[in-house]
């Protein structure tokens, strides 16, 4: 639903207070530190050489093979085959989001005459609408480009309460879903199959909501299925699945998660392969632990920072009670400061999946896309107006990928816990 005077009304000046306080969640560690390697123009300079291909992505050129044409021995020692430098390419496909906003005429007109509200209707959706892209990017950021928000856990019966488990990122999947988001269920990460669409009517707690009363159907809503946030709560195809920026989880992987990234597979090229710790079960987080995948990424990286979720930031924090410190040797962009580790900081991101952390090279990541995020702008007029109501409409797109050009000189540490 679009911005109505009813909605509105809660930035009226009810209580005399000359402050809206700002409730929404804007942090946003990944995205502010990978941004400054866009890759936006071809032949830029950023550490990703690239170009545009025809369908809209991004052709990365990735150096691979060596020339083996080497060789030790005597003076009259036959030389071997020359060999040569070897090439491939990875290739970046767009993902495209938008965020609409909708504003009926009357409230356009009356925020910018009736002194009793405290924002400007159009300016605080067009801010609002660019913020709520960008948690959404945030959290796309850590996943695997699926949409997968978490799994069911157990099945849904006629009470239309909705438990979820396994979270694909942050650590409560409910801090992903707004009362009325349109939500689907599907049996396949992957693949609409067997699909059900409802409405989130209430928030219980971190992994507890409840479905609309106007959406009770429980079909295909079992044990293990996956939720995705969805466009409507009724049409097939509808939802993010398979549309969403690839994320950490699929950029810094052995082939747990990703098996053929950015088109190469990692089957063929084990090169294309980040180290991985991983384990059946969680784990307490050691130093012994920290050292071996930090040295993972160092043998072919220069990793500059760690990221991580709050619950092991604070992990690691007790392990080093006695002599913790924190530094601002490197500040990442946004002012994120961290405690030290091997002279670099470890950052907790809140989107970070609980239970893992990254050590990044940040040469190795960028971002590419074919336009700065902005609003549907090509006629002059960023505002339409609707064909069938007295109202304004507006689009804010962003197409765009993350990309990595080195996956083995970063690494990851996964199931681990206080």
């Known amino acids: ?23 929404i969640f804007t942090k946003n560690v990944l995205w502010n530190n990978v941004l400054k390697n866009i890759a936006r123009d071809i032949g830029s300079a950023s550490t990703v050489g690239s170009a545009t291909t025809s369908g809209g992505g991004k052709l990365l050129t990735v ?5 083996v044409g080497s060789a030790a021995g005597s003076e009259t020692i036959t030389l071997p085959t020359a060999g040569s430098q070897g090439y491939l ?21 009356s925020s910018k005459r009736n002194k009793e509200f405290l924002v400007n209707a159009l300016d605080s959706e067009y801010k609002g609408a660019r913020e709520d892209m960008q948690r959404q990017l945030s959290r796309q950021g850590y996943g695997t480009g699926t949409g997968v928000i978490a799994q069911l856990n157990g099945d849904v019966t ?3 309460t909705v438990e979820l488990d396994t979270p694909m990122v942050g650590k409560d999947p409910t801090d992903y879903l707004e009362i009325g ?44 299925c996956y939720l995705f946030i969805a466009h409507t709560a009724s049409s097939p195809d509808s939802s993010n699945q398979g549309y969403e920026v690839m994320g950490l989880k699929g950029l810094i992987d ?45 043998k072919k990286g220069n990793p500059k920072y760690g990221l991580t979720s709050f619950d092991v930031y604070s992990a690691y924090g007790q392990l080093l009670t006695p002599d913790r410190r924190y530094t601002d040797k490197m500040t990442l962009k946004g002012g994120f400061t961290g405690i030290s580790f091997n002279d670099m900081p470890i950052v907790p991101d809140y989107d970070c999946p609980y239970d893992e952390l990254y050590f990044i090279d940040p040469s190795t990541l960028s971002v590419e896309d074919l336009a700065p995020i902005s609003f549907l702008n090509e006629d002059g007029s960023i505002l339409d107006r609707s064909s069938t109501t007295p109202a304004w409409n507006a689009t804010l797109r ?21």
């Not at 150096?63 to 020339?67: S, V």
């Not at 390419?89 to 007109?109: I, S, W």
């Open 1 to 23: 639903m679009g911005q109505s005077v009813t909605n509105l009304a809660g930035a009226a000046m009810r209580i005399y207070d000359k402050v809206v306080h700002e409730q």
């Open 63 to 67: 150096h691979y093979k060596r020339n």
């Open 89 to 109: 390419q990875a290739n970046v496909p767009m993902k495209y989001n938008f965020q609409t906003v909708t504003l009926t005429d009357v409230v356009l007109q």
């Open 158 to 160: 006629s009470d239309a």
């Open 181 to 224: 988001n349109a939500i689907m269920t599907s049996d396949d990460a992957t693949t609409a199959t067997n699909t059900v669409f409802g409405t989130v009517d209430s928030i219980t707690d971190g992994d507890t909501f409840e479905l609309s009363t106007a959406q009770t159907t429980t079909s295909n809503m079992d044990d293990n």
């Open 254 to 298: 052995d082939s747990s998660n990703i098996t053929t990234l950015q088109g190469l597979s990692r089957s063929t090229y084990l090169w294309w392969k980040s180290s991985v710790s991983s384990n059946s079960s969680q784990r307490s987080l050691t130093d012994a632990l920290m050292h071996t995948q930090y040295l993972e990424a160092r």
């Open 398 to 418: 962003y197409y765009a990928n993350l990309a990595i050009n080195a996956p083995n000189r970063n690494s990851a540490l996964r199931d681990i816990i206080k």
